[in-house]
C-alpha cells in the first residue's frame, strides 16, 4: 500500500496547501500593485499592457503560466534561452497563458496525455509555440 492510498489526505493536504499559497501570494501582488497607485497606468503602460490587464496578472498569481512552462518542455524548447534570446516573445506567451480560460483542462490533459496535440484546438498560443519548435528553425 503506498502512503497515497494509506492516506489520502495528505495528498488532498498538499494541494489544498499549495492553493492556499499561491493565492496568498497573488493577493500580496495585487496588494503591491495597488500600492503603487497612479503609477499602475505608467507601470502598466511601460511593459505594453492595459491597467486592467496588468491588474488581471497580477491577480492570477506568481503560478499563473505553469502550463506553458510544462508545453515548453514537452516541446522540448529551452525557456531559459527563449528569456535571454527573445524576452519579448517570452512575456507574450506569459501573458496568454496567464489569462487563458482553459487552465484546468489544459493540465488534466497534459497530466493525461502529454504527447496528444489536441491542446493546439484551445490553446491561444499554439500558433506560437508552433513556430518556435526546434523544427521550424527556432534555436533551442
Known amino acids: 500500500m503506498t502512503s497515497s492510498t ?3 489526505w495528505t495528498l488532498a493536504s498538499t494541494g489544498i496547501a499549495a492553493w492556499w499559497r499561491n493565492m496568498r501570494a497573488a493577493r500580496a501582488s495585487l496588494g503591491e500593485l ?15 499592457l492595459a491597467p486592467s490587464e496588468l491588474r488581471n496578472i497580477a491577480r492570477k498569481g506568481p503560478d499563473a503560466a505553469d502550463q506553458l512552462r ?3 518542455e514537452a516541446l ?6 527563449m528569456q535571454r534570446d527573445e524576452p ?3 512575456r507574450d506567451l506569459e501573458r496568454v497563458c496567464t489569462q487563458c480560460g482553459s487552465k484546468r483542462r489544459c493540465t ?10 489536441g491542446w493546439r484546438e484551445y490553446c491561444p498560443n499554439a500558433t506560437t509555440l508552433d513556430a518556435l519548435k526546434p523544427e ?3 534555436p533551442t
Do not use: N, W
Not at 495597488?34 to 503602460?45: F, L, P, S
Not at 488534466?108 to 496535440?117: G, I, L
Open 108 to 117: 488534466r490533459d497534459f497530466v493525461r496525455f502529454p504527447d496528444d496535440t
Open 34 to 48: 495597488e500600492q503603487c497607485g497612479k503609477d499602475v497606468t505608467r507601470i502598466a503602460r511601460d511593459i505594453g
Open 70 to 72: 510544462l508545453r515548453l
Open 76 to 81: 522540448h524548447l529551452d525557456r531559459a534561452a
Open 6 to 8: 494509506a492516506y489520502p
Open 136 to 138: 521550424s528553425g527556432f
Open 88 to 90: 519579448l516573445i517570452m
